[in-house]
């Protein structure tokens, strides 16, 4: 049954409605891709079969009982490890956490229960989100499926990994710098990070709380759309939570875009980092697409990268030290060298160096969003080159901050990375999609005319 490993959440869940395998007989199929491969992927941290088969199994009865919460009802969803399952370690990928098991879950898993999902497991992540690929962990690094010598991004790389592997349709991550979308562009995916707050972060580990979203990731714009709108929703828990001003951020996906303005931010990648060859031609490319669907192309210029950069670094060093600063007294052995040294970072800055770097941001979100009143849509980079290898922890450092990412986590604003065709080595090229604040409707609508446009891609040949 290993046709079931690729399809779509939509897909699957027309199946389910329409005399097709059921939530069993899917779950049955990804369990035994899970068991044979991650061995040599590692995407998962926690996997236990015999428990999502009995949550298969409750979704079928609802389903033939009449039972139906909704297009993700029996759909798979698989959970970055700093999230909370109620009963279920959340351990970071760290051995600082002594085996933490949490109380309640977190506030996605509340809503992707209550939308009929089903929770396959805990992926794998970089040690607290944060640092990098890291072989002084409990678990090793995950591996991406494209080339296994090579990494799949980070910091939310088991799911990144098992998406692009086909061990289920989507998964939950966070993206504090761009942790979603950095898995998407390595691995070939579609990574959805949303408007800051319309999704809830109660129980989530945190990293960096005036930065951090939770987002997901997918092979199809159709299925991120649908996450999406399991998840959104106020939370009375979150402060940081916000109203959607919409209820359906698939209620437009036609494939014309006449009438819409896309600004092609050309001098991320052509001046303020020269990007790889192949992933420079493919965002031209896109352009074109673009302009093939009706949309209106322009060159637009952002505050340079290093501007964001700059500011991400500070808030994330600070607030980062800020909720780790006592574990790494009592304990800092139990980190790994490279989140210790990131988190560390933190210690030497002062209050007057967040203050200016929050002023800094202000100016910094009124540019982009004087940007909005003049275009819809801003397409540029994600990543400036395919993924390094694994071993090769110089040139991974080096790559993982050669991206485009960062300034919409700064800003807030949504931000959709979607794969863009394969490098001369096989290994995923990508573009990425930004929206003002709350358009995520409009940015699934010009990433889903841009993805029929480009037409369907391979899946990583070892797991196809």
């Excluded at 409605?17 to 069993?24: A, F, L, M, T, V």
């Excluded at 879950?105 to 229960?113: G, N, T």
């Excluded at 970089?126 to 409990?138: I, M, N, T, V």
């Excluded at 036609?254 to 092609?264: P, V």
Aim: glycine share 10%; hydrophobic share 40%; charged share 20%.
């Amino acid at each position: 049954m290993t046709d079931l490993a690729f399809r779509s959440a939509v897909d699957i869940a027309a199946g389910y409605r329409n005399g097709g395998p059921s939530p069993i007989d899917v779950i049955y199929d990804l369990s035994s891709r899970i068991r044979q491969h991650d061995p040599d992927l590692h995407a998962m941290i926690a996997f236990e079969p015999e428990a999502v088969a009995a949550e298969a199994r409750l979704r079928a009865r609802e389903l033939a009982a009449g039972t139906d919460r909704g297009p993700l009802h029996g759909i798979p969803v698989a959970i970055k490890d700093i999230v909370d399952i109620a009963g279920t370690p959340t351990g970071c990928a760290s051995a600082a956490t002594d085996g933490h098991v949490a109380k309640a879950d977190a506030a996605v898993i509340e809503r992707l229960r209550a939308a009929g999902a089903i929770i396959v497991g805990k992926t794998n992540t970089h040690e607290f989100a944060c640092g990098g690929p890291s072989f002084d962990l409990p678990l090793p690094p995950a591996r991406n499926p494209w080339n296994l010598d090579h990494h799949p991004g980070g910091s939310s790389s088991g799911s990144g990994a098992g998406v692009a592997a086909g061990f289920f349709p989507l998964a939950i991550g966070t993206d504090t710098g761009g942790s979603v979308r950095h898995p998407a562009s390595a691995c070939g995916l579609v990574g959805l990070k949303p408007t800051y707050g319309l999704v809830s972060r109660r129980g989530v580990f945190p990293l960096a709380q005036s930065l951090d979203c939770v987002g997901g990731l997918s092979r199809t714009v159709v299925d991120a759309g649908l996450l999406l709108n399991a998840l959104v929703g106020v939370d009375p828990g979150d402060p940081s939570s916000t109203a959607a001003p919409w209820t359906d951020c698939l209620s437009d996906t036609g494939k014309d875009l006449s009438g819409i303005r896309i600004g092609y931010v050309r001098h991320f990648h052509e001046e303020d980092l020269h990007a790889d060859p192949q992933m420079a031609k493919a965002l031209d490319r896109a352009a074109d697409l673009l302009r093939e669907a009706g949309g209106t192309v322009v060159d637009i210029r952002l505050p340079p990268l290093e501007a964001f950069f700059s500011v991400n670094r500070v808030l994330l060093s600070s607030e980062g030290f800020a909720i780790h600063a006592a574990m790494l007294r009592e304990k800092p052995e139990a980190y790994g060298a490279l989140a210790r040294r990131a988190l560390l970072a933190g210690a030497f800055l002062s209050s007057d160096d967040y203050i200016r770097a929050q002023k800094l941001r202000t100016q910094l979100i009124h540019a982009v969003e004087t940007c909005f009143s003049e275009v819809d849509i801003l397409l540029s980079a994600s990543s400036m080159e395919p993924p390094s290898r694994l071993d090769d922890p110089i040139e991974t450092r080096r790559t993982y901050t050669r991206q485009a990412r960062t300034p919409f986590s700064v800003t807030g604003n949504p931000a959709l990375t979607i794969m863009s065709g394969l490098s001369a080595s096989g290994l995923p090229l990508s573009v990425q999609l930004a929206a003002r604040n709350f358009a995520e409707p409009l940015l699934l609508k010009v990433a889903a005319a841009y993805e029929a446009l480009r037409g369907p891609l391979p899946h990583p040949p070892r797991y196809a």
